[in-house]
T-cell receptor
Framework: EPEVTQTPSHQVTQMGQEVILRCVPI?????FYWYRQILGQKVEFLVS????????KSEIFDDQFSVERPDGSNFTLKIRSTKLEDSAMYFC?????????????FGDGTRLSIL | RKEVEQDPGPFNVPEGATVAFNCTYS??????FFWYRQDCRKEPKLLMS???SGNEDGRFTAQLNRASQYISLLIRDSKLSDSATYLC????????????FGSGTRLQVQP
């Protein structure tokens, strides 16, 4: 079964450093998403991306965050100047078609630890 | 009122039991509803979409009650492997895809 893949599985970074999290969505999917989950808390939406542009973003997704699809397969989340509170699991997800009732399939996440 | 609310549990049930979880949502314009399961420190895995007419997948049955704004998940003949946290997820108005997750209900199936 096709799956969303994410790298790295664990990233440790000093506060203030930039970090890039990578995702390869399922190949025929059109919508891509980033979510995060702080330890012990709920999964929170960050951003969705379609047709090479952001289609929705949450209040969490401020100016320190950006997303990009640099080539035909990768989808990245960049955090420009990391803060301690950015420590979380970051999940990439994708969904197949335009209809909003299509379920989202999640990758196994990147654990980001900010020191 | 929280956007998506779930009883955190834990629900401790013996193998073979039937267990049901509810999830309430606040946005009456919500269009799409899903159940995910999440094992400790892992990604949410899609369990099933929830359709207006209700739907079943093996031992799992999902229902939607739009009037009362809740969805439910029924698990029959619980297995040890069903032990996990069950997350409900709701998206917003028509065309919006951002999922709002509940905090999850923890299920522990005991031998």
């Amino acid at each position: 079964e096709p799956e969303v893949t994410q790298t790295p599985s664990h990233q440790v970074t000093q506060m203030g450093q930039e970090v890039i999290l990578r995702c390869v969505p399922i190949s025929n999917h059109l919508y891509f998403y980033w979510y995060r989950q702080i330890l012990g808390q709920k999964v929170e939406f960050l951003v969705s991306f379609y047709n090479n542009e952001i289609s929705e973003k949450s209040e969490i997704f401020d100016d320190q965050f950006s997303v990009e699809r640099p080539d035909g397969s990768n989808f990245t989340l960049k955090i420009r100047s990391t803060k301690l509170e950015d420590s979380a699991m970051y999940f990439c997800a994708s969904s197949p078609r335009q209809l909003s009732n299509q379920p989202q399939h999640f990758g196994d996440g990147t654990r980001l630890s900010i020191l | 009122r929280k956007e998506v609310e779930q009883d955190p549990g834990p629900f401790n049930v013996p193998e073979g039991a039937t267990v049901a979880f509810n999830c309430t949502y606040s946005n009456s314009a919500s269009q799409s509803f899903f159940w995910y399961r999440q094992d400790c420190r892992k990604e949410p895995k899609l369990l099933m979409s929830v359709y207006s007419s209700g739907n079943e997948d093996g031992r799992f049955t999902a229902q939607l009650n739009r009037a009362s704004q809740y969805i439910s998940l029924l698990i029959r003949d619980s297995k040890l492997s069903d032990s996990a946290t069950y997350l409900c997820a709701v998206n917003g108005d028509t065309g919006r895809r951002a999922l709002t997750f509940g905090s999850g209900t923890r299920l522990q199936v005991q031998p």
